[in-house]
């Protein structure tokens, strides 16, 4: 599990992908959300289509609102969402 | 406890929740409430609210107290319930304690709008007809919640 990040989906992505997490290998050194993204979509074509369905895709890297340029490293958990609706 | 958070399946008593504000401190002079309920109309009949727990918590203790600060509050409270809600049932419980109205309710206000494009929190509707929706982000939601940016503190 050393060079694994957990990779979660929630609502409509979740939904659409039929799967609510995802365990994936990254190099030790560590990857950027865009790569990460890009990794996880040539895998699985499900997961692409759920991603390109969601214009304003949010992504959380460790629980904190992260922007696609940030470095995620083994052990992180990286979420992709789609905008809030609370309230 | 200045600062009240929870993220539950279970309603919320609203009378309850302004004694707790009102007792926390003499200094407390006014408490500001909002209280949101699942809206019915054009067949909407109930909605299921989800969330990412671990992180809907830290960010709704976040939030508080950053109006705790900002506002000078006595008192903050945050409530948020999740799972299958029906038509009026209530959602979020937000109150705010001060010492005067004017910074009660400008907390009262920028708690919730924070709070709806900012926490991770998603609403799907159910309709009579079968359908399910899972609700989009509203523009104007998140200028509000971007407004309070350029607004001063009470």
Redesign the interface.
């Known amino acids: 599990m050393a060079d694994r990040v957990t990779v979660?989906f929630?609502?409509?992505l979740r939904?659409q992908i039929g799967q609510e997490s995802l365990s994936v290998i990254i190099p030790a050194s560590g990857v950027s959300v865009v790569a990460l993204r890009t990794q996880i979509e040539r895998a699985d074509p499900v997961i692409a289509q759920a991603l390109a369905d969601q214009p304003?895709l949010r992504v959380?890297v460790n629980?904190?609102l992260s922007t696609f340029e940030q470095l995620v490293i083994p052990g992180d958990e990286v979420?992709f969402?789609?905008?809030?609706?609370?309230? | 406890m200045s600062v009240h958070v929870t993220v539950q399946a279970a309603p919320f008593d609203v009378g309850v929740e302004a004694d707790r504000l009102s007792t926390l401190s003499p200094l407390t002079g006014g408490i500001g409430l909002f209280v949101?309920q699942v809206r019915g109309g054009q067949g909407l009949r109930a909605m299921t609210?989800?969330?990412?727990p671990?992180?809907t918590e830290?960010i709704l203790h976040a939030l508080a107290e950053e109006a705790m600060a900002r506002f000078g509050l006595t008192g903050c409270t945050i409530l948020?319930r999740v799972g299958r809600l029906e038509v009026g049932a209530g959602?979020?419980f937000v109150g705010a304690g001060a010492a005067h109205r004017g910074a009660a309710l400008m907390a009262t206000s920028f708690l919730?709008d924070r709070?709806?494009?900012?926490?991770?929190?998603?609403?799907?509707e159910e309709y009579d007809d079968g359908r399910a929706i899972?609700?989009?982000?509203r523009e104007t939601?998140?200028e509000a919640a971007r407004a309070w940016m350029n607004k001063p503190a009470a």
Request: net charge neutral; glycine share 12%.
């Open positions: 979660l929630f609502a409509a939904e304003k959380a629980r904190t979420a969402f789609p905008p809030m609706t609370g309230g | 949101g609210l989800e969330h990412y671990g992180m830290a948020h959602i979020v919730i709070l709806k494009t900012g926490a991770p929190f998603w609403k799907r899972w609700v989009d982000a939601d998140e």
